[in-house]
């Protein structure tokens, strides 16, 4: 009885999956989970470099991407063992996920989840010359591209392609942990000769694949998250391509949506995950003027500046629920040669205005954290060492930071100038950030202690408590700049006492001084922030005067944290941290 069972279980499997290769009807089964889709507290976003998750924090990212890269994952037969990799079972096939890459995304997604930042991962398929071959579509495996369309015609590549959804949303879903909420499915879709090859065919065959492939992933991530959220991709390209096998994107748009209705996927169920770069990336000026940037419908391409053109578009054919993310778009620092590092910070700062201004977009995905020494534009909020080795902050780190808060810069105030003379409405801000000094201080004396109850945070790798003092050893695998410290939340009354005091000894740096600073949050939405230089070796009495704070009475969160000033920490790095409280 039991093996005519399994024997049933798998006729109904392999049934599905001709079924679903067909692709005639989407079908979901019932969701494993149906929590609403999370909000964000803003749409600020960026692709973040792996393991420097804490300085995206301090920046404020409420958004990120992922790339899952079916490369990194599954690997080739030789590592396909319970040694290197997590075996999954799904519709009677077996699959293989490396034990390597899946300990990366759990650290990674586990890091944003502390900043309840929202996730959505990239769905890419590279070049395979193993047996993994068989998913790419046949006709494109003779050429060499970036990445390759999945092969929707063969029930295996199907089964695979959703078996892989379905393991990764599975990890990812639970309302308490790491989620991933939403799948962008491959890259800049119609520019298909680079990003999503599919070989020497008609557009419309090529089109109807991808369509083919967005439905199973909506179908595979939608079992077991009814609310995630699935995106087509497009470059700015928007009325005509760049060359053979690049379309127009609202060519492909069109042609999409039409699909995708035929599949059972009508408008609101699919959304847009778009490129809005400007015409040249490597000039950083989004209010540059050019024939082929106009409000109107048939402008040639799409980027900040005439924005409203995609929206009011999608907005009148797919309907509001068809939801906008901007998941990659950078201005560079270096133009020809001539350093456009200020220019980078304003229109960083102006792209995200732009989009905090329009209630079709939900978020800006900025490209990238550091820059990357593989690419000619350096579109990075840091400079690089080499590879992705984030080196110094940019002037763009700053302006990106404090660019939703009431903490203005000459940066800030140009793009808010600049956003308003595109959309005609005032920029808002959304923190209101009280700027303060920490300075040193001979008096020992608090009033009341608050040293208890704080936290690790950031690259901490051992936290040790003793005699009213934190000793924190700094972790030296982690990038120098990712900030270490410790956090600690609770309510303090600075109402009668308006001197926020604690002492740091710092031992370890490279140059002989630390950058520290203290943020102390009321609620989500208000906060004081100070900091100063440090130095080494010595125990330093540091006082904020908080005296024309009005927020000072309900204090919710204290940091503590630090920041190389200069090129880092030496190996073994420790602070000490006690005395912390309040005086008059």
Sequence with gaps: MKKAYRTLRLLTAVLLSLLMAASVVAYVPAAEYNYAYPGAAGKKGLYICPGMEEDALELGIQHATINLSVGDFMPSSAYRNNTHCISYQYEGSKYWFSKQAINRYDTELKRLAKGNVLVTAILLLPNRTDDLKSLIYPAARNKSANYYQWNMKNPDAVRALRAIVTFFQRRYSAPSGPRIVGWIVGNEVNNTGVWNWAGPISM???????????????????????????????????????????????????????????????????????????????????????A??????????????????????????YSEGCRIILSEQGYSSLTSGRDTSKEQARNIALAFYIAQQNNMIDAL?????????????????YTSWGGENAALPKLSWTAY???????????????????????????KKRLTVKGGKLIPTGDPSRVADYTDGFKPFGAVSGFHYSN?????????????????????????????????????????????????????WSGTKRYFDASCIVPGGVK?????????????????????????????????????????????
């Design 204 to 290: 419309d065959e090529y089109v109807d694949l991808y369509a083919a492939q967005v439905a199973q992933v909506y179908s595979a991530a939608r079992s077991v998250y009814a609310n995630a959220r699935i995106y087509m991709c497009l470059d700015h390209y928007w009325k005509a391509g760049n060359g053979a096998y690049w379309y127009a994107g609202k060519e492909v748009l069109k042609k999409f949506a039409s699909c995708m209705a035929k599949r059972g996927l009508g408008n609101g169920t699919w959304c847009i995950a778009y490129h809005p770069y400007n015409i040249s990336q490597y000039e950083p000026n989004i209010m540059s003027t050019s």
């Design 365 to 381: 995905i900025l490209h990238r954290q550091v820059d990357h020494t593989a690419e000619e534009e350096r579109f990075g909020l």
């Design 468 to 520: 009213g003092a934190y000793t924190l050893e700094h972790d030296y695998s982690r990038n120098a700049n990712v900030p270490w410290g410790m956090i600690r939340e609770g309510k303090i009354n600075c109402r009668n006492n308006s001197k926020f005091v604690f002492n740091l000894d710092i031992r370890g740096t490279l140059n002989g001084t630390a950058l520290v600073y203290l943020r102390l």
């Design 540 to 584: 330093n009495q540091l006082c904020a005067d908080l005296k024309n704070w009005k927020m000072r009475r309900k204090i919710t969160r204290v940091e503590i944290l630090l920041r190389p000033n200069g090129p880092g920490w030496e190996s073994s790095t420790t602070a000490r941290i006690s005395l912390i409280g309040i005086r008059k």
């Design 292 to 317: 082929s940037v106009t409000n109107d419908e048939n402008t040639r391409i799409i980027t900040m500046k005439n924005l409203k053109v995609l929206t009011k578009y999608v907005r009148k054919h």
């Design 401 to 427: 930071k404090y660019a939703d808060t009431t903490r203005v810069s000459s940066e800030t105030r140009y793009a808010a100038k600049q956003a308003r003379s595109i959309s005609g409405k005032k920029v």
